[in-house]
C-alpha cells in the first residue's frame, strides 16, 4: 500500500473521511503536474497557501507521503524558532506519520541508521544553530547527495526570507536554508503559510519567489476571516473601547468593561461546554507584546476571580452573570440553565480548577503547554501566533495595536479560527479600529485566494490595502523592485507608447469627447495597447493587474473613462491633466477613474509628428496598490 493511502485511510478509520477527501484533492492537484515530473536537477520553490488554522499541516502531510511514493526519501520539516510549536509538530509527525522516520533535532543517529529503508523526516526549528548543525549532517551523509531533499517550509513568511536585501548582504537564517539546499544537487522546497503577502512580493532573483502556488480550501465546518470579519460586525465580535486596553492598565481596579464581560463570558462558557461532557474550554487574551503587560492582564483576572468567589452570592455579582447570560442565550438556543452553571463556575473556583496561563518568551515550555484540559485563561503576545493552536477557543479579549500595523501579522494573532468551536458561543472582544482593520485584511485575503485561483500558476498576484496598514515587514522587500501605488494619485506615462494606434482608435470610437462608466474589463482592453518607453515611467503590466485584481473581487466592477481629443501637449511635460478633467475625476474618489487624451503629437512639442493616446490612470480609494518585480 502506498504511503499516502495508509496515511488516509488512518484518518478515514478516526471519523474524518471528509478531511482524507480534501487532503486527496490538493494531491490530485500538485503532484501529478508539479512533483511526478520533477526533474531531479534543478532546485524548484514552490508555495502552499491555506486559510489559517484550516489544516495546513495535514495537507503538507499528504503531499509528503505523495512524495514519498513518488520516491523521495528524505524530507525537511522546518517550523518557526519556538520549542513549543517545533514540539507539537513532532509530535504530531509521530502520530501521523508513523510509515516514516521521524527525527527531532537531536536525532541524527536515527536518521543515519534508517539509511533509507524508510522515508525519513527531520522537525526542525528555524534557528542558526540548529540548521548548521544539519547542513553538515546532510553534506556527511552520502545517501543524501544521491536523493534530492523535499523541504517543507511551515510558516515560510517568517524568519526564512532575506532580511538583509536592501543592504546587498544575507540574513543567517536564510543563508542556512539555501546552504541546506545546496547539499543536494536538486531539491523541491515548498513554503506553506497561510499569510503568503511577503512572499507573493519576491523577486525571481531572491531564489524565494514561488513557481507555482496552489492554495487548498479549508474543510467543512472552518470558521475563518469571512465568519469573524466581514464589513460589519456580527453578533459574536463584542466590540470595547479603543482605549480599554490603556485604561485596565492605569486602574488599579477592575471596573465594568470588556474584559470583565469577557472573562464572565468564557466561565458561562465554560460551564455548558464541561457540563455537556467537554474536557476543554480556553479563553485567550492578547493585550500587547509586552510581556510586562501580560503579568499585569494575569494578575487582574486572578483577583477578579477570586472577587467572585468570594462575592458569588451577592446581587451585584449574580447580576453581571445573569446579563451575561442571557446575552449568550441570543445566540446559544439551548443554553444549559443559568442556576447549573452558576454553581458548577462556583465549584471550580473554590477547588481551583480555574488556570491561568501566560504564554510568551520567558515562560518555560512545559509552563506554557497546560491548556490541553480544563478551563484555562491564556494571556500572551508575540507566542500567540504562527500555528500555535489553542483547542477549544471559544472567548478571545484582543486589544494589541501596531504603530504601524502588518497585516500578515495583525492575520497571523487570529488563534480563533478553526474547526472546534461552537459558533453560538463563541465572543471575540476587540475595538472598533482593530475590527476595522481586520476586515480589511479579509477582505483582501479573499481577492489573493481569488487571484491565486483564477491566474495562470497564481504567482501574479496584486495586493491592495487601506493606506496606514502594511502588507508585511518592509526588510524582506526588495525596495527597487516593489512597485507601491497611491490611490487617488493621477499616473501616466512621460514616454507612452501605441502599440497599435488603429486598435485603440476603434476601441475609443463610440465615446465622444465626455464622462463615462464602463466596465473595467473594456479598460483591460484598452490598457493591452497602451505601455511606456520605460518601466519605471509607467507600468502598463502593473496597472492592468491591478484593475485585474478589482474584477476578481467584483466580475461587473465599472469605472470612470474620461475622452478628449486634438490636445496639443508637450512631450515630458510634468502634467498630462487640464485643471477642469483632473477636477472631474477627483469627483470620483472611489471608483478607478481612466482618462484617454489624444495628443495632435506637434513636432513643436517634442513628439514624431504622429497623433498618440495617452492614457492616465487614477486607482480608487485611499488605499495602497503593491506589486513585485517592477524591474
Known amino acids: 500500500m502506498s504511503y499516502l493511502q495508509s496515511y488516509l485511510d488512518r484518518i478515514c478509520k478516526n471519523g474524518n473521511s471528509a478531511l482524507a477527501d480534501a487532503i486527496n484533492r490538493t494531491v490530485e492537484d500538485v503532484v501529478p503536474k508539479y512533483i511526478s515530473n520533477f526533474s531531479f536537477t534543478d532546485h524548484v520553490v514552490s508555495l502552499l497557501v491555506g486559510d489559517v ?50 527525527c527531532d533535532e537531536n536525532d541524527y543517529l536515527k536518521f543515519a541508521q534508517n539509511n533509507l529503508r524508510k522515508p525519513a523526516v527531520i522537525i526542525l526549528k528555524k534557528n542558526t544553530a540548529v540548521l548548521k548543525r544539519w547542513k553538515n549532517n546532510f553534506s556527511s551523509t552520502n545517501f543524501c547527495a544521491g ?44 513554503e506553506v503559510t ?48 479603543n482605549d480599554e486596553a490603556t485604561d485596565l492598565l492605569n486602574d488599579d481596579e477592575f471596573p465594568e468593561n470588556g474584559l470583565k464581560t469577557a472573562l464572565i463570558t468564557h466561565l458561562i462558557s465554560s460551564g455548558h461546554i464541561m457540563l455537556n461532557g467537554g474536557t476543554v474550554c480556553n479563553f485567550l487574551i492578547h493585550p500587547s507584546v509586552k510581556t510586562s503587560q501580560h503579568s499585569c492582564f494575569a494578575n487582574k483576572i486572578g483577583n477578579y476571580l477570586n472577587e467572585i468567589a468570594h462575592s458569588y452570592d451577592e446581587p451585584e455579582t449574580r447580576e453581571a452573570f445573569e446579563r451575561v447570560y442571557e446575552s449568550l442565550k441570543e445566540t446559544k438556543n439551548d443554553l444549559l440553565p443559568f442556576a447549573q452553571i452558576y454553581e458548577y463556575i462556583l465549584e471550580q473556583l473554590e477547588n481551583d480548577r480555574i488556570g491561568i496561563l501566560m504564554l510568551n518568551s520567558i515562560v518555560s515550555y512545559d509552563e506554557n503547554t497546560q491548556y490541553e484540559t480544563g478551563i484555562n485563561i491564556i494571556v500572551g503576545g508575540n507566542s500567540l501566533g504562527r500555528g500555535v493552536t489553542f483547542p477549544q477557543l471559544q472567548t478571545i479579549y484582543y486589544c494589541r495595536v501596531a504603530k504601524n500595523p502588518q497585516a500578515d501579522t495583525m492575520w497571523q494573532h487570529a488563534r480563533m479560527f478553526g474547526y472546534d468551536r461552537d459558533p453560538d458561543l463563541l465572543r471575540v472582544f476587540m475595538p472598533p479600529k482593530l475590527f ?12 489573493i485566494i481569488k487571484q491565486i485561483e483564477n491566474t495562470k500558476n497564481g504567482c501574479d498576484i496584486k495586493i491592495i490595502y487601506p493606506t496606514g496598514l502594511k502588507p508585511t515587514r518592509k526588510n524582506v522587500l526588495d525596495k527597487k523592485a516593489v512597485g507601491i501605488y497611491s490611490g487617488g494619485v493621477n499616473y501616466f506615462p512621460f514616454y507612452p507608447v501605441n502599440k497599435n494606434v488603429d486598435a485603440i482608435d476603434k476601441l475609443m470610437q463610440p465615446f465622444t469627447d465626455d464622462l463615462y462608466t464602463v466596465s473595467l474589463k473594456f479598460l483591460v482592453k484598452v490598457m493591452e495597447q497602451l505601455d511606456s518607453e520605460n518601466l519605471d515611467d509607467w507600468n502598463a503590466k502593473a496597472f492592468t493587474g491591478f484593475i485585474t485584481s478589482l474584477l476578481t473581487d467584483n466580475p461587473a466592477a465599472q469605472g470612470k473613462l474620461i475622452v478628449r481629443r486634438n490636445r496639443d501637449i508637450g512631450k515630458g511635460t510634468g502634467t498630462l491633466l487640464s485643471p477642469n478633467d483632473r477636477q472631474l475625476g477627483d469627483l470620483y474618489p472611489e471608483d478607478l477613474v481612466f482618462t484617454m487624451y489624444r495628443i495632435t503629437g506637434n513636432k513643436e512639442k517634442g513628439w514624431d509628428g504622429t497623433q498618440i493616446w495617452i492614457p492616465n490612470i487614477k486607482l480608487p480609494g485611499d488605499c495602497l496598490y503593491y506589486t513585485g518585480e517592477t524591474i
Open 436 to 447: 476595522k482593520l481586520f476586515s480589511d485584511i479579509n477582505r483582501t485575503n479573499n481577492s
Open 53 to 102: 488554522q484550516s489544516g495546513k499541516t495535514s495537507h503538507m502531510f499528504g503531499i509528503m507521503c505523495a512524495a514519498a511514493d513518488e520516491s523521495f526519501m528524505n524530507f525537511v520539516l522546518l517550523t518557526t524558532d519556538n520549542i513549543l510549536l517545533q514540539q507539537q509538530t513532532y509530535q504530531r509527525a509521530l502520530r501521523d506519520l508513523c510509515d516514516f522516520c521521524v
Open 147 to 190: 536523493n534530492p531533499l523535499f523541504i517543507v517550509d511551515d510558516e515560510a513568511d517568517a524568519a526564512s526570507l532575506n532580511t538583509q536585501v536592501n543592504k546587498n548582504k544575507q540574513s543567517t537564517i536564510n543563508k542556512n536554508l539555501e546552504d541546506i539546499k545546496k547539499t543536494t544537487s536538486s531539491s523541491i522546497y515548498m
Open 194 to 241: 497561510g499569510t503568503p503577502q511577503s512572499i507573493l512580493l519576491q523577486t525571481d532573483r531572491s531564489g524565494w519567489k514561488p513557481y507555482f502556488i496552489y492554495y487548498f480550501k479549508p474543510g467543512k465546518g472552518y470558521f475563518g476571516g469571512n465568519f469573524f470579519f466581514p464589513p460589519e460586525p456580527p453578533k459574536h465580535i463584542i466590540l470595547t473601547d
